[in-house]
T-cell receptor, first 113, second 110 residues
Framework: DAGVTQSPTHLIKTRGQQVTLRCSPK?????VSWYQQALGQGPQFIFQ???????QRGNFPDRFSGHQFPNYSSELNVNALLLGDSALYLC????????????FGEGSRLTVL | QQPVQSPQAVILREGEDAVINCSSS?????VHWYRQKHGEAPVFLMI?????EQKGHEKISASFNEKKQQSSLYLTASQLSYSGTYFC???????????FGTGTRLQVFP
């Protein structure tokens, strides 16, 4: 049973560029949440997708957008990259009707130069 | 809005006990606990729902005091494998987005 998979694992971009990160949820899961984790900090909630719609959003600017596909996989897009966007981006999947366990992927490490 | 955890760091010898606290300024519906080892994804430990229920997972247990908006994680007879950073995650009754705390780094030495 494959867990949550994310790609790419590492990437380097320059300021002003755009990036797309991808996530495949655990088999059977229908909800995907994205988190940003800066070095030494806790994961910060970006947004959550369910039924191909953004259901919840954290305090992130519109430069951060996402998408969920019919097969429940998801993408996170960040436009006009800033140095401060450098972080580990974690995808977590869950069941919408479940009280809660999140299954995390290993993350995508983004470095903005 | 982000839950505050204390202490920020704990250093233990194998077999010693530790308590990690999580405090929120908002009314809580549930509290989750996760452990993240260096360079790895966070891993779910347990969830506590409103009702003050205490739950356990091997030698790790937790309590949830909804009136005080606090939760505590208890690690007894710690093992080397307990090393990592522990995060509490909280959500309110009006939302199911999980907000993670500031984290507590735990190091267990032989």
């Amino acid at each position: 049973d494959a867990g949550v998979t994310q790609s790419p694992t590492h990437l380097i971009k320059t300021r002003g560029q755009q990036v797309t990160l991808r996530c495949s949820p655990k088999s059977g899961h229908d909800t995907v949440s994205w988190y940003q984790q800066a070095l030494g900090q806790g994961p910060q909630f970006i947004f959550q997708y369910y039924e191909e719609e953004e259901r919840q959003r954290g305090n992130f600017p519109d430069r951060f957008s996402g998408h969920q596909f019919p097969n429940y996989s998801s993408e996170l897009n960040v436009n006009a990259l800033l140095l401060g966007d450098s972080a580990l981006y974690l995808c977590a999947s869950s069941l919408a009707l479940n009280t809660g366990e999140l299954f995390f992927g290993e993350g995508s490490r983004l470095t903005v130069l | 809005q982000q839950p505050v955890q204390s202490p920020q760091a704990v250093i233990l010898r194998e077999g010693e006990d530790a308590v990690i606290n999580c405090s929120s300024s908002k009314a809580l519906y549930s509290v989750h606990w996760y452990r993240q080892k260096h360079g790895e994804a966070p891993v779910f430990l347990m969830i506590l729902l409103k009702g003050g229920e205490q739950k356990g997972h091997e030698k790790i247990s937790a309590s949830f005091n909804e009136k005080k908006q606090q939760s505590s994680l208890y690690l007894t007879a710690s093992q080397l494998s307990y090393s990592g950073t522990y995060f509490c995650g909280t959500d309110g009754e009006d939302t199911d987005k999980l907000i993670f705390g500031t984290g507590t780094r735990l190091q267990v030495f032989p």
